[in-house]
């Protein structure tokens, strides 16, 4: 499925990939700092969640880039990472993984608080730059423009790494009453799943159209 997906994103992206060759308007459109994941980024949750929504450090963090730059590993869910990391050996692979898609969606210029991390050394200001910086020009990574999108990444090793650590909880507790095993895998999905929430409730907004589209057919041009 990952072959096949990839064919048919590589014929969605052939003309940017050869404007790519040369100047364009696509790859002058950088965007790598300011849609970089932040490095507390990973503790964050969503400011739009109930139980979160008065923390004021992740509207400062989120706000530019809720949609890629939200990274929040969750209490439950790292909870399970740290079990299935310390308990099997395997999922430690999965751990390198995430490192470092970590800190490739980091970008070019280490960001605390939606800001890069500025440097005083007697007159001279400077940044930390991290490793994208030296990739960001090479083809390929200059379409990307988004390193924030490298926690996607991160997700599918923490899913790992989470799954790791729930199925050593499981036979752990296959001695004791499956009834009750059963509630508590329930209980922890749910739990889960809500602490996610991006939006919760999903905002929705009207269907109406608006009356002015509607004026437009009175226009001959």
Request: hydrophobic share 50%; glycine share 6%.
């Amino acid at each position: 499925m990952g072959m096949i997906a990839s064919v048919l994103l590589l014929l969605l992206l052939i003309p940017a990939i050869s404007d790519a060759t040369h100047e364009s308007a696509y790859t002058e459109t950088q965007g790598f700092i300011r849609y970089s994941s932040d490095l507390l980024a990973i503790v964050t949750p969503s400011f739009f969640h109930p139980l979160f929504q008065n923390l004021d450090y992740s509207r400062q963090i989120l706000g530019t880039n809720l949609g890629e730059g939200i990274g929040y590993i969750g209490l439950f869910v790292g909870i399970l990472v740290i079990i299935g990391v310390v308990k099997q050996r395997d999922s430690r692979w999965w751990l390198m993984l995430g490192l470092i898609a970590w800190v490739m969606s980091l970008g070019p210029l280490l960001k605390v608080l939606d800001k890069p991390v500025q440097l005083s050394l007697e007159d001279y200001e400077t940044y930390i730059t991290l490793p994208f910086a030296l990739l960001e020009g090479l083809p390929g990574f200059n379409l990307a423009r988004t390193p924030a999108r490298f926690t996607f990444t991160v997700a599918i090793a923490v899913a790992v790494m989470a799954g790791y650590g729930a199925a050593w909880l499981w036979q752990y507790r296959r001695k004791s009453d499956q009834k009750w095993r059963y509630v508590f895998a329930i209980l922890l999905a749910v739990l889960i799943v809500f602490e996610y929430q991006s939006f919760f409730p999903q905002p929705t907004v009207s269907a109406e159209i608006p009356q002015a589209v509607y004026d437009l057919r009175e226009r001959d041009d």
